[in-house]
């Protein structure tokens, strides 16, 4: 799977919703999984591989020192049509990065926890609460849904000095698009 830099309009669209919960998501899916650990991601949503659909797949990869196995399945989740109901607790900055934005990495405010509503790959809707790591790749991924990108968020200064990098990458993503543009199907 191709991953869509800033600059491709797909990740500038909002997202449809999932209606159908069948095997052709299931292997869309698998495949995501597979891309986000080959370029050692912790969150992939549908839009950057060129599919304008409302879910996402993380992995926060959250308490080291367990055995391996538990820790993959600790934060590993497939978030299809997902919803924050509410935001928890206070603001806190701290440093992102996007598989859309190679090599750029700021702080980023965000709220520490989140109570959400998504469904599984089943269709199931379930609704937790999610704090810390969690919480804020949760909140990176819905703003993908929304055409939202966490350079969006930066404060003015920041994103002036990112400006002639930023810019590059968007021609790159354009270029790329235009090259890929067929392949969207969704
Ligand atoms: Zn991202």
Same mark, same amino acid.
């Given at each position: 799977? /191709? ?8 990740? !500038?669209? !909002?997202?449809?919703?999932? /209606? ?14 597979? *891309? ?28 080291? $020192?367990? +055995?391996? *196995? ?6 590993? %989740?497939?978030?299809?049509?997902? @919803? ?9 900055? +701290? @440093? ?13 405010? !965000? ?10 790959? +089943? $269709?199931?809707?379930? @609704?937790? /609460? ?9 909140? #990176?991924?819905?703003? #993908? ?17 990112? %400006? ?20 969207? %199907?969704?």
């Amino acid at each position: 799977m /191709e991953v869509r830099l800033i600059g491709d309009p797909v990740l !500038r669209k !909002r997202a449809k919703k999932v /209606e159908s919960f069948d095997e052709n998501l299931k292997d869309i899916v698998d495949e995501m999984f597979s *891309t986000m650990y080959l370029y050692d991601g912790v969150g992939l949503a549908a839009p950057q591989v060129g599919i304008s659909l409302r879910f996402f797949i993380m992995d926060s990869r959250e308490n080291e $020192g367990n +055995s391996l *196995t538990a820790n993959k399945e600790k934060g590993k %989740k497939v978030v299809i049509n997902p @919803e924050i109901i509410e935001f928890l607790g206070e603001e806190i900055s +701290s @440093e992102e990065g996007c598989l859309s934005i190679p090599d750029i990495f700021e702080d980023v405010v !965000r709220a520490e926890g989140v109570k959400v509503r998504y469904q599984d790959l +089943s $269709g199931e809707v379930i @609704e937790e /609460e999610l704090h810390g790591y969690q919480a804020r790749i949760f909140q #990176h991924e819905t703003d #993908h849904l929304e055409g939202i990108l966490f350079t969006d968020k930066l404060p003015i200064v920041k994103k002036a000095r990112l %400006k002639k990098d930023l810019n590059k990458l968007i021609e790159k993503g354009k270029n790329r698009a235009l090259e890929l543009g067929d392949k969207v %199907k969704l």
